[in-house]
């Protein structure tokens, strides 16, 4: 059997997930390799355990964004808070003990209650619906927070001084508090009712009770399992440190490990059994690395095969999705300049310039910056329009006799960006760097790409266009747009792709590597 650890943690917590309202923009997207890599398992119909490191209160319905509820999975701070509950549930916010005299306000993202004049409490949601943070005030800041579980329970609580967070409670089910974390100092004191579960009723770091949780994990585990752990500097050492015979494989993917530190990746690669890879160039580094131990190196691509093929043939509407995110001034200016020409030749062209940022003021700049490239080129008929919460058009710049061809939205979630490319009939990601979940959704949904660099992904001419200048945006553009010839080329090419990395070939692959180390 194979067991996945991921790296999902939050920049700001070291052994905290990443949990946001849902109107606050996050990471880009959820999706990396491990859950790639447990998607490829269970459809080949083979077992696989998720041994998550992190506090994840919201670990569920993360698993169910990703199509991953229900499976297997071990949690280390479960195991520290004693909680065995696996079973999403809900906390109604009335149910909650609240002051008679409280008044409810609803704003368009939270929820806030006031006694009187000051503000009491505030609610605050999650993509889903779901209640995952009840923050309370006195005399206008926090002093205190409480923590949410999917499952159904108040996870931990926060206490904060004028400075800010002082100290956090890890409580069970059932309310009882089971560890405290000085946020100051970072030490932790067991509750006494806690006692039995680990070796030291004190901590100097959360470092030191992870590891030694872990370390009693790896005993609990069967020498024959292999172990895929999604390579970060944070966890990397100490996974290989607590192994008891298992198999180690570390898995490598975009920037989360940094590869140019020869150092540290020779030091995790001399432990580890195998290595897999998300690009070419990852792979050819980790060999580099790896000297002359001759240490398997995979280069598998982390495609995700839930997406569906777009339907934008059958639309009359050329919609254009271009992330702007990263883009400089003049990469800007001079890639609008082709795409307002292009679009003032052919009115059926529509240009989504997407950001991940939700803030109105944000995207109102933007739209600010698209009507000075218009006005500056002198191109007429073309209005800009900024999407509300509803998913409306707020015309911000209409000519006369013009619309809104030119959308200013925001894109945070994976889900969000599904449904964005279900009538999507070219992406243009001219960035430096392009977005790589991005690709994939493209290649998925059978939507061509225009790209200023070569990828792995998008092959010249075949899934897209590879313009390597920034000048030479309209070639593409009339390459794509002007019939549909090419374009379902590209839908063809990107269906054979998606065939080449679904079923159980990619599984095969693994379970060869294992085998082949185990001679």
């Known amino acids: ?268 690669l001399r432990y580890a059994r195998f290595a897999v890879a998300d690009t070419e160039h990852s792979a050819k580094l980790l060999r580099q690395s790896s000297g002359d131990d001759g240490l398997p190196v995979y280069d598998i691509s982390p495609f995700d095969t839930r997406f569906s093929l777009g339907k934008s043939q059958r639309i009359w509407e050329l919609k254009i999705f271009m992330p702007v995110d990263g883009l400089d001034d003049f990469l800007l200016e001079t890639a609008m300049q082709q795409v307002f020409s292009y679009m003032e030749n052919n009115q059926c062209v529509i240009l989504q310039a997407v950001t991940q940022n939700a803030q109105e003021n944000v995207r109102r700049e933007l739209a600010g910056k698209l009507l000075a490239i218009l006005e500056k080129n002198e191109i007429t008929g073309i209005g800009i329009g900024l999407e509300n919460g509803a998913m409306e058009l707020l015309p911000v710049f209409v000519p006369e006799g013009g619309s809104c061809r030119v959308q200013v939205i925001s894109c945070h979630s994976e889900n969000d960006l599904i449904q964005r490319l279900y009538d999507v009939r070219l992406i243009l990601d001219v960035r430096d760097q392009p977005d790589l979940y991005l690709q994939i959704a493209g290649i998925s949904a059978g939507i061509p790409q225009v790209n200023y660099r070569f990828t792995r992904y998008v092959q010249h001419q075949k899934d897209g266009y590879i313009i390597q200048n920034i000048h030479y945006i309209s070639g593409a553009l009339e390459y794509y747009l002007s019939g549909l010839k090419h374009w379902n080329e590209a839908l063809v090419y990107c269906v054979k792709e998606i065939e080449k990395y679904t079923g159980g070939s990619l599984v095969q692959q693994w379970k060869e590597a294992v085998e082949d180390d185990a001679k």
């Open 1 to 268: 059997m194979f067991c996945f650890i991921p790296s999902w943690y939050s920049q700001n917590d070291k052994w905290h997930a990443n949990e946001t309202p849902w109107y606050q923009a996050g990471k880009a997207y959820e999706f990396d390799d491990t859950i790639n890599q447990i998607r490829m398992f269970r459809s080949a119909c083979e077992p696989a355990q998720l041994m998550v490191l992190s506090y994840a209160p919201g670990l569920r319905m993360f698993l169910h964004r990703q199509n991953l509820y229900p499976m297997d999975v071990w949690n280390l701070f479960d195991e520290m808070q004693g909680i065995d509950l696996q079973k999403l549930g809900v906390v109604p916010w009335q149910s909650l003990e609240w002051p008679r005299n409280l008044i409810w306000r609803y704003t368009p993202f939270t929820m806030i209650g006031f006694l009187g004049r000051d503000r009491y409490a505030e609610l605050f949601f999650g993509e889903d619906g779901n209640l995952i943070q009840v923050d309370f005030f006195r005399e206008g800041r926090t002093i205190r927070r409480d923590v949410y579980d999917d499952r159904g329970f108040c996870s931990s609580r926060i206490f904060c001084d004028q400075d800010g967070r002082e100290e956090q409670e890890y409580l069970d089910p059932d309310g009882t508090v089971q560890f405290r974390e000085n946020c100051t100092t970072g030490e932790i004191r067991i509750a006494k009712g806690a006692h039995y579960r680990f070796q030291k009723q004190e901590y100097e770091s959360m470092d030191l009770l992870v590891e030694e949780v872990v370390r009693r994990r790896f005993l609990e585990l069967e020498p024959e399992i292999t172990v895929v752990v999604a390579a970060n500097p944070q966890h990397n050492q100490m996974i290989l440190k607590a192994r008891r015979g298992q198999s180690i494989g570390l898995s490598y993917f975009e920037e989360r490990f940094p590869l140019d530190d020869g150092k540290a990746l020779e030091r995790d």
